[in-house]
């Protein structure tokens, strides 16, 4: 909600992404951010957002409250803190999704190496007079050959990937 408000009163305002950003003293990546709900102003850019808009804080967090300044500031900050609590969920969420394909990914690589280990390169002792034959060897050998000099690679890179992504506490 606080993502499609910003866009939608900055958009009639009339302002860029940029030219909000040059306002507030942010790079227009952090407007982007704001505007795609990846991550969401803290209190005193809240603040700045509403008076470079000229709009509420209420009207920004899509409501309008007719209450003090202390408990508009609570609520705020509540508000906020929902919001910051979904989207470290969110990347919580995903860090464990790429663990377990990392992980998967090394199943694959371990299991397709030891099926190209038990096969033994059947393709060298082919009749290769059969141009056929020879076509189905070659491309054998190839990707045989590709997957010897792309798999340690391959490997390394998930191991550090799954060591990246593990839980962290």
């Known amino acids: 909600m606080l993502n499609e408000n910003i866009k939608a009163i900055r958009t009639s305002k009339g302002l860029s992404q940029q030219e909000l950003a040059v306002k507030l003293n942010v790079v227009r990546q952090t407007i982007s951010k704001w505007e795609q709900g990846i991550s969401v102003p803290d209190s005193d850019l ?12 209420s009207t ?34 995903r860090r464990r999704i790429l663990h377990w394909l990392l992980l998967s990914l090394c199943a694959v690589t371990a299991a397709i190496f030891a099926f190209l280990s038990a096969l033994n390169s059947p393709y060298l002792g082919w009749d290769y007079s059969d141009p056929e034959t020879a076509v189905i060897g070659v491309a054998f050998h190839g990707l045989e050959w590709l997957f010897v000099r792309a798999a ?12 990246l992504t593990r839980k962290k506490g």
């Not at 809240?46 to 804080?57: D, Q, R």
């Open 46 to 57: 809240l603040i700045s957002l509403s008076e470079a808009l000229e709009t509420p804080v």
């Open 60 to 93: 920004l967090l899509g409501e309008t409250v007719m209450a003090s300044d202390v408990d508009t500031l609570k609520a705020i900050s509540a508000k906020l803190e929902v919001i910051n609590l979904q989207l470290a969920q969110r990347k919580t969420t």
């Open 152 to 163: 340690p690679i391959i490997l390394i890179a998930a191991i550090v990937g799954i060591f």
